[in-house]
């Protein structure tokens, strides 16, 4: 089996089957750290439930935390006096530092460990998100929720690979498919307990609450997490490159940026936009001298890696943008209140939140690409329904309310994202699982690159239409038909479903069987 890429032969189907069958022994990482991990089709133990408890609820607090502060953001901007220019710094400057993080992070849990560095991470988030409740203006404000990324950014890889850690084969996509599920679920929680918080208790209480779960995170991580391993000889983390990716992500946000708000492209634009666009090309350049690389080059090879990291980016540029805007087009195109807004994102939340858990109960019987094919079919049926900002509609000889029409399409997105989530989280991890860390860190850097850079492209768009509505009608429209160009990415990911069953089903060999017990 070749881990840059995909052999399609039947002989490398052989192989993988092969391999699949000698995985279901216990855990290197695991065996190491002196613990006793669940033998092959084994049910997972109570100790391996609670450790994907306390790592999902570090995920859940990051999730409740991102969606609560957007609630805050215009209590935010009268409290500390700020422009909404400054405050959206607040949101924008922890989606950066996070992206940039994450690759980092996944190179981290296997340089430092993933014990270490999970503990490390929660309680830098825990208090940052203290200082980011004391901050007396934007300028500092910024700087500690930046910090919170740090630690933010770190939860997806470490807890991906403790997970890994103490799952085995049989059980690990399953776990990690419910793991990524957490995230609607703190969406969903953040988006009405934060709009509480704020009306009742202000909106520093946003981050205050993260605080008392830290220190939970940080006691029960001590007690159940097992060490593991670290390498003989340490290699450098690749500071250089992040700066470099940070610096070119920043330059070319920065652009758009300026570009949006003076509607004319002049000379501070394109000198920004050349800025990010060489930060970039240095990076590029210094990843391929460097000898430890921050994104190793054997995931970003072969057409199984390429396609699954291409249709990250896709879904954070098309799925991100949409998500973000709906708001935005509520108000403005069908004259909805706030509150009611509210109303519309909770189903989307909880369909998303439903789909994704079940999703990840049947993903071995599933495989990868139909629920990524069915997903991206959603969320642009979706999209194009969305679109046709369609008004007091009948089903059936019944009035359907707007709030409600929205709500439910809205929702069918919702249903798309969770039935594919998991299925792009797991895709081609059995061709590296060695390395489940820093591709879970991977991934994430591309949707959320994707998530950056397409709400700043929607954002300039936006400033080429006489009203928002319109504007995000016609980019929904135009979503929705690129998004059908994820669908050939699928052919190309290796869909190990069915290798699994049958590796499940052969009865282990009796000098295999002897090694794994």
Same mark, same amino acid.
Request: hydrophobic share 55%.
């Given at each position: 089996m070749r881990r840059g890429g995909w052999?399609?032969?039947?002989?490398?189907?052989?192989?993988r089957g092969e391999v699949y069958s000698a995985m279901a022994g216990p855990l290197d990482q695991a065996a190491a750290s002196g613990t006793d991990?669940?033998?092959?089709?084994?049910?997972?133990?109570?100790?391996?439930?609670?450790?994907?408890?306390?790592?999902?609820?570090?995920?859940?607090?990051?999730?409740?935390?991102?969606?609560?502060?957007?609630?805050?953001?215009?209590?935010?901007?009268?409290?500390?006096?700020?422009?909404?220019?400054?405050?959206?710094?607040?949101?924008?400057?922890?989606?950066?530092?996070?992206?940039?993080?994450?690759p980092l992070a996944g190179k981290l849990s296997d340089e430092l460990g993933r014990k270490r560095l999970f503990l490390a991470c929660v309680g830098l988030f825990t208090a940052s998100s203290f200082l980011c409740g004391i901050a007396p203006n934007v300028y500092l404000l910024i700087l500690f929720r930046i910090l919170q990324a740090v630690g933010g950014g770190a939860f997806m890889p470490s807890a991906s690979g403790i997970i890994s850690d103490v799952f085995d084969d049989r059980w690990r996509p399953t776990a990690i498919g419910l793991f990524a599920s957490v995230f609607p679920v703190?969406?969903?929680?953040?988006?009405? $307990? #934060?709009?509480?918080?704020?009306?009742?208790?202000?909106?520093?209480?946003?981050?205050?609450?993260?605080?008392?779960?830290?220190?939970?995170?940080?006691?029960?991580?001590?007690?159940?997490?097992?060490?593991?391993?670290?390498?003989s000889r340490p290699r450098p983390i690749d500071l250089v490159g992040a700066t470099l990716f940070a610096l070119g992500m920043l330059g070319i946000m920065f652009g758009l940026t300026v570009l949006g708000n003076q509607e004319t492209f002049t000379w501070q634009v394109a000198l920004w936009l050349l800025l990010g666009a060489l930060a970039l090309v240095a990076f590029i350049y210094h990843e391929h001298r460097v000898a430890d690389p921050m994104i190793d080059p054997r995931l970003l090879r072969g057409p199984a890696f390429a396609a699954v990291n291409l249709y990250n980016f896709l879904h954070g540029a098309l799925v991100f943008g949409f998500f973000s805007f709906v708001p935005l087009y509520a108000i403005d195109a069908y004259h909805l209140r706030e509150t009611t807004v509210g109303f519309i994102l909770t189903p989307r939340a909880l369909a998303m939140a439903l789909s994704s858990a079940l999703s990840s109960f049947f993903l071995i019987r599933l495989g990868y690409r139909l629920p990524m094919v069915a997903g991206v079919l959603?969320?642009?049926?979706? $999209?194009?329904?969305?679109?046709?900002?369609?008004?007091?509609?009948?089903?059936? #000889?019944?009035?359907?309310?707007?709030?409600?029409?929205?709500?439910?399409?809205?929702?069918?997105?919702?249903?798309?994202?969770?039935?594919?989530?998991?299925?792009?989280?797991?895709?081609?991890?059995?061709?590296?699982?060695?390395?489940?860390?820093?591709?879970?860190?991977?991934?994430?850097?591309?949707?959320?690159?994707? #998530?950056?850079?397409?709400?700043?492209v929607i954002v300039l768009l936006l400033t080429y239409f006489p009203s928002p509505g319109e504007g995000l009608a016609a980019i929904f429209r135009v979503g929705a038909l690129l998004l059908l160009l994820m669908i050939p990415l699928t052919l190309l990911i290796p869909d190990t479903a069915r290798l699994r069953r049958q590796a499940c089903r052969q009865p282990v060999s009796p000098a295999r069987g002897s090694a794994t017990d």
């Amino acid at each position: 089996m070749r881990r840059g890429g995909w052999e399609p032969s039947h002989e490398a189907e052989r192989r993988r089957g092969e391999v699949y069958s000698a995985m279901a022994g216990p855990l290197d990482q695991a065996a190491a750290s002196g613990t006793d991990p669940p033998r092959a089709g084994q049910r997972p133990g109570v100790r391996a439930i609670l450790i994907f408890l306390v790592v999902s609820l570090a995920l859940l607090m990051s999730s409740i935390g991102i969606t609560s502060v957007t609630v805050a953001f215009p209590a935010m901007t009268d409290g500390l006096n700020a422009s909404v220019v400054w405050v959206g710094w607040v949101l924008t400057g922890y989606q950066l530092a996070q992206t940039v993080m994450m690759p980092l992070a996944g190179k981290l849990s296997d340089e430092l460990g993933r014990k270490r560095l999970f503990l490390a991470c929660v309680g830098l988030f825990t208090a940052s998100s203290f200082l980011c409740g004391i901050a007396p203006n934007v300028y500092l404000l910024i700087l500690f929720r930046i910090l919170q990324a740090v630690g933010g950014g770190a939860f997806m890889p470490s807890a991906s690979g403790i997970i890994s850690d103490v799952f085995d084969d049989r059980w690990r996509p399953t776990a990690i498919g419910l793991f990524a599920s957490v995230f609607p679920v703190g969406a969903l929680v953040g988006s009405v $307990l #934060g709009g509480w918080m704020v009306e009742h208790l202000g909106w520093r209480s946003v981050f205050f609450i993260n605080v008392p779960i830290g220190i939970v995170l940080l006691l029960g991580g001590l007690g159940l997490i097992p060490a593991s391993t670290r390498p003989s000889r340490p290699r450098p983390i690749d500071l250089v490159g992040a700066t470099l990716f940070a610096l070119g992500m920043l330059g070319i946000m920065f652009g758009l940026t300026v570009l949006g708000n003076q509607e004319t492209f002049t000379w501070q634009v394109a000198l920004w936009l050349l800025l990010g666009a060489l930060a970039l090309v240095a990076f590029i350049y210094h990843e391929h001298r460097v000898a430890d690389p921050m994104i190793d080059p054997r995931l970003l090879r072969g057409p199984a890696f390429a396609a699954v990291n291409l249709y990250n980016f896709l879904h954070g540029a098309l799925v991100f943008g949409f998500f973000s805007f709906v708001p935005l087009y509520a108000i403005d195109a069908y004259h909805l209140r706030e509150t009611t807004v509210g109303f519309i994102l909770t189903p989307r939340a909880l369909a998303m939140a439903l789909s994704s858990a079940l999703s990840s109960f049947f993903l071995i019987r599933l495989g990868y690409r139909l629920p990524m094919v069915a997903g991206v079919l959603l969320v642009s049926t979706s $999209l194009f329904l969305t679109a046709q900002n369609w008004h007091q509609v009948t089903v059936l #000889g019944y009035p359907v309310n707007d709030a409600v029409l929205l709500a439910v399409l809205v929702a069918i997105a919702g249903v798309g994202v969770g039935v594919s989530a998991p299925a792009s989280s797991n895709a081609a991890l059995e061709l590296m699982p060695e390395a489940v860390a820093r591709i879970v860190g991977l991934r994430g850097m591309f949707r959320s690159t994707g #998530g950056v850079l397409g709400t700043a492209v929607i954002v300039l768009l936006l400033t080429y239409f006489p009203s928002p509505g319109e504007g995000l009608a016609a980019i929904f429209r135009v979503g929705a038909l690129l998004l059908l160009l994820m669908i050939p990415l699928t052919l190309l990911i290796p869909d190990t479903a069915r290798l699994r069953r049958q590796a499940c089903r052969q009865p282990v060999s009796p000098a295999r069987g002897s090694a794994t017990d």
